[in-house]
Nanobody, 125 residues
Framework: QVQLVESGGGSVQAGGSLRLSCTAS????????MGWFRQGPGTEREGVAI???????RYADAGKDRFTISLDNANNTLYLYMTSLQTEDTDMYYC???????????????????WGQGTQVIVSS
């Protein structure tokens, strides 16, 4: 059974940094496209960054230039390092994975089957 568990969220002042982690289990030796997404109250979930089987990355505008996604295959852990955080980055952040080995390297949430419970990020001014 696939499980994704996020951690690392918290409160930070504007301009600060956070590193989110997502521990994945149940994938065996297979690696799927994985990504980070975020959603605020009353808003649609949006992509932040994804990483594919070749460890190529893609960033949505929300994560471009300030965020870095990486994958530690040995420990089955996905990371999102966020810098220069702004108040508008306040959201629940989710880790997700696609269910197909031949996954699509896209930040579109609809392509992702497995989701974690989320970790809250609060950025104050």
């Amino acid at each position: 059974q696939v499980q994704l568990v996020e951690s690392g969220g918290g409160s930070v002042q504007a301009g600060g940094s956070l590193r989110l982690s997502c521990t994945a289990s149940g994938f065996g030796s297979r690696m799927y496209c994985m990504g980070w997404f975020r959603q605020g109250p009353g808003t649609e979930r949006e992509g932040v960054a994804i990483i594919d089987r070749e460890l190529s990355t893609r960033y949505a505008d929300a994560g471009k230039d300030r965020f870095t996604i990486s994958l530690d295959n040995a420990n089955n852990t996905l990371y999102l390092y966020m810098t220069s955080l702004q108040t508008e980055d306040t959201d629940m952040y989710y880790c997700a994975a696609q269910s197909d080995f031949w996954c699509v390297a896209s930040v579109a949430p609809i392509l992702y089957t497995y989701w974690g419970q989320g970790t809250q990020v609060i950025v104050s001014s």
